[in-house]
C-alpha cells in the first residue's frame, strides 16, 4: 500500500523557520522524483520545490528561492523541505507528491497534506 505521511507543520511567527517531513512506503523511493506543492485558500495548488531522483537535481519557485532547501534521504525513505524566512504569504497546506515512470505508466502519489501558518 502507497503512503506520504507529512508532518511537521504547525504555527509560526513570521521570519521563522519550520521543517517539514514526508516519509514515503509501498512503492520504491528512489526511482520516483518527489515534490513540495502548496494551497493557500482560495488559491490553486502551486508547486513549491521538486528534486529528483539519485543526481538530487532541484528546482524551486522563485517566490521561495533563496529560503526552502529540498532534500532527499533514499536509504530511509523521506523527503524534507526546510523553510527559512517565513512569510505570511506562505500560509498553506503543503502536499507531498511522489511522481515516477514505471513503463508505459506514469505513476503519482499524493500525500494529505500538513498546514503552515505564518502568523503573528
Known amino acids: 500500500q502507497v503512503q506520504l505521511v507529512e508532518s511537521g507543520g504547525g504555527l509560526v511567527q513570521p521570519g521563522g523557520s519550520l521543517r517539514l517531513s514526508c516519509a514515503a512506503s509501498g512503492f520504491t523511493f528512489s526511482s520516483y522524483a518527489m515534490t513540495w506543492y502548496r494551497q493557500a485558500p482560495g488559491k490553486e495548488r502551486e508547486l513549491v520545490a521538486s528534486i529528483l531522483t539519485a543526481a538530487g537535481s532541484t528546482n524551486y519557485a522563485d517566490s521561495v528561492k533563496g529560503r526552502f532547501t529540498i532534500s532527499r534521504d533514499n536509504a530511509k525513505n523521506t523527503v524534507a523541505l526546510q523553510m527559512n524566512s517565513l512569510k505570511p504569504e506562505d500560509t498553506a497546506v503543503y502536499y507531498c507528491?511522489?511522481?515516477?515512470?514505471?513503463?508505459?505508466?506514469?505513476?503519482?502519489?499524493w500525500g494529505k497534506g500538513t498546514l503552515v501558518t505564518v502568523s503573528s
Open positions: 507528491n511522489a511522481r515516477g515512470t514505471i513503463f508505459p505508466m506514469l505513476m503519482e502519489y
